[in-house]
């Protein structure tokens, strides 16, 4: 159990080291798009996330956090999504795709890590606690819209957060589960944002509108 943790913070710490050289290369394109403005934010986010979990962890009620947990989950992420559809004008299209984008990678590598640490959870036998799914998308979604959308940054990560306590406060994961996936998200976001495309799907507009093209790379 031991070695697979080990490999898993490995796993993690590559993550973090190939975002950040990633962000050093400036978008050719997509000036709209600076993974700098997330990097101080998100860091602020975790931080406030790791004291509120460990000193306030029953904040709210338990049916509080479950619709938080459950339906409020979808909302946020559905919203999170759907929203520059209506918001951001011609660039609407491409700012959907690139969250959506950040999200299937992001839920990708969490998948990965579940599998391999098979940590169990703190309520159940299931050995899939490590790390938090829902935190991890969460964390994600507000990372890229905070970057779209700066002024509203601090709901969006307000929002992320009660989903991370949530998590725990329902004891579906631990606190280590939580951080984790809010460094996971994070550092999905940032690493789409320093790219002129995207990880998977590559977006492009044309007279306004938006197509789709799935870029491979090995």
């Not at 036998?125 to 935190?135: C, I, L, N, V």
Request: with cysteine; charged share 15%; aromatic share 8%.
């Amino acid at each position: 159990m031991h070695k697979l943790k080990r490999i898993a913070v490995s796993v993690v710490l590559g993550l973090l080291v190939g975002s950040s050289l990633a962000a050093n290369a400036e978008p050719a394109h997509f000036s709209t798009l600076d993974s700098s403005k997330v990097t101080v934010p998100s860091i602020a986010a975790i931080g406030v996330t790791a004291i509120t979990l460990s000193a306030f962890p029953h904040l709210l009620t338990r049916a509080d956090y479950r619709n938080i947990s459950d339906v409020g989950t979808y909302s946020y992420l559905s919203i999170g999504v759907l929203d520059p559809l209506f918001l951001d004008g011609k660039s609407g299209g491409r700012h959907a795709l690139r969250i959506a984008d950040a999200l299937v990678v992001s839920g990708g590598i969490t998948e990965f890590l579940k599998l391999t640490v098979r940590e169990r959870r703190p309520a159940a036998t299931s050995t899939d606690s490590f790390p938090s799914g829902h935190t991890d998308a969460a964390f994600c979604v507000a990372a890229m819209q905070s970057a779209f959308h700066p002024r509203q940054a601090a709901w969006w990560y307000t929002g992320a957060t009660l989903i991370g306590a949530s998590r725990l406060s329902l004891r579906r994961h631990y606190v280590q589960d939580v951080l984790a996936g809010a460094v996971i998200g994070t550092l999905t976001a940032r690493w789409e944002l320093s790219r002129d495309r995207g990880l998977l799907i590559t977006p492009w507009l044309k007279r306004g509108s938006s197509g789709i093209g799935f870029a491979y790379r090995f």
